[in-house]
């Protein structure tokens, strides 16, 4: 994805993620080796990386929770046609349009768990990159927020799935752009129906910046 600094627009919805045309070969998959990759090189590209100049020195990658298979499942799921776009919060106070696309459903030690998916509304970016039509984002929040990772949540990407089974791998769940200092992002901020009461120890962690090692 591709950092933006001028259109509102831009800026409220791409701070979810870079438009660059590599974005493309890691974002929405499900190899966990090919995303982490393409994030790291993300990340230490000045011209892509959502940090700030100062932390680029001490910047040695992302932090993560070990890979667990336990929390990659194969999840049902169920579209929800004639759902209508809603003003989705974000971390800047604005909001930005989206729909729910779907509900993904999954178990975990014998309990049943659901997050949604969703669809944004960017007639605009659909037109110029068209490869992230069929994208959809599960933002969701965990009780590992706030001490082993970010706040305000984390997101994981997924492709339209073709079937009612797809891929749900937590160790693909990533932090938004804003919470690495930069200031330039506005994050959507996960629904109260995304928040799961457990916690989902596996993915990106919190960023240890050059500030906090200071």
């Known amino acids: ?3 933006f600094y001028f259109p509102t627009l831009f800026f409220l919805i791409f701070a979810v993620f870079f438009v660059t045309a590599k974005a493309q070969t890691f974002y929405g998959t499900t190899d966990l080796k090919t995303f982490r990759e393409g994030r790291d090189k993300e ?6 990386s959502p940090l700030k100049s100062e932390d680029f020195a001490d910047f040695k ?8 298979s336990t929390y990659r499942f194969n999840a049902r799921f169920k579209q929800t046609p004639g ?9 800047s106070g604005n909001s930005t349009k989206y ?3 779907g ?17 944004w509304e960017l007639p605009e970016i659909d037109r110029k990159y068209a ?65 799961l009461p457990i916690k989902i120890n596996a993915g990106e962690k919190s960023y240890l910046s050059a500030e906090n090692n200071k």
């Open 1 to 3: 994805m591709r950092k």
């Open 99 to 101: 729909k729910k696309f």
């Open 43 to 48: 990340f230490r590209n000045k011209e892509e």
């Open 131 to 195: 490869e992230y039509k069929n994208f959809l984002l599960v933002p969701f929040k965990d009780k590992t927020n706030g001490s082993e990772t970010y706040g305000v949540g984390r997101y994981v990407y997924l492709k339209i799935p073709e079937s009612n089974e797809t891929i749900l791998d937590f160790n693909l769940a990533f932090n938004p752009s804003c919470a690495y200092r930069s200031g330039r992002y506005s994050c959507p901020i996960p629904p109260k129906e995304n928040h």
């Open 103 to 119: 509900v993904l459903s999954f178990e975990l030690n014998g309990k049943l768990y659901s997050l949604t998916a969703y669809q």
């Open 83 to 91: 759902e209508k776009y809603f003003q989705m919060p974000t971390s």
């Open 61 to 68: 990658g992302l932090n993560y929770f070990p890979v667990n």
